[in-house]
């Protein structure tokens, strides 16, 4: 049986109950709205990167310095030279570049990992030095590689076919000026 008290009691902790519940309803519709209207916005930053990508296939093919995969696997087991894969972050976008020269002979600077390159400026001047003489769509020499509908594992095998010691191509993966970390002042 029920006293007056314990019923009191009762409706407070019920009452304490729901008035905790309601900043976090309130938090999952922030959350819900923000969700919402975070769409849109990752959809727009998408369709942006595409347009450029593509606006750089057509600025490369307009200058004869765009080539299909299966003319990049001809020219990497023919003549060797080197893939400069372009990358910039974990998930993309990468750029594949072709350029007949061995990237590892030419450079005056040390070539290191990317993902060491990409996190400090000790490898800034071998980035420069590569967007300069390859990857400038203005004044470099390499040629852009198409890979749309090429698969991850076809590339994993000529990267691991360039790994070979016996392999005349090389892969150098290269961070882009653009994500590497500014120095204070610029």
Request: charged share 30%; glycine share 6%; hydrophobic share 40%.
């Amino acid at each position: 049986m029920q006293t007056p008290q314990t019923q009191r009691r009762h409706e407070k902790k019920r009452l304490k109950l729901r008035l905790k519940a309601i900043p976090e309803l309130v938090w999952i519709w922030i959350l819900f709205a923000g969700t919402i209207l975070a769409m849109p916005f990752g959809f727009a930053a998408r369709w942006i990167g595409l347009r450029r990508e593509h606006k750089l296939r057509l600025l490369m093919k307009s200058r004869g310095r765009l080539m299909t995969w299966r003319q990049f696997l001809d020219a990497m087991h023919e003549r060797g030279g080197t893939c400069i894969e372009e990358r910039f972050s974990p998930k993309g976008p990468v750029r594949f570049w072709w350029t007949p020269e061995n990237v590892y002979r030419e450079s005056p600077y040390e070539i290191i990992d990317w993902f060491t390159m990409r996190k400090g400026r000790r490898a800034e001047p071998f980035i420069r030095w590569c967007r300069e003489r390859y990857t400038n769509a203005e004044s470099g020499s390499a040629v852009l590689v198409e890979t749309w509908g090429v698969t991850k594992k076809e590339i994993y095998a000529l990267w691991s076919e360039c790994r070979s010691d016996a392999s005349t191509a090389r892969w150098v993966e290269v961070a882009p000026p653009e994500i590497v970390p500014r120095r204070p002042g610029q």
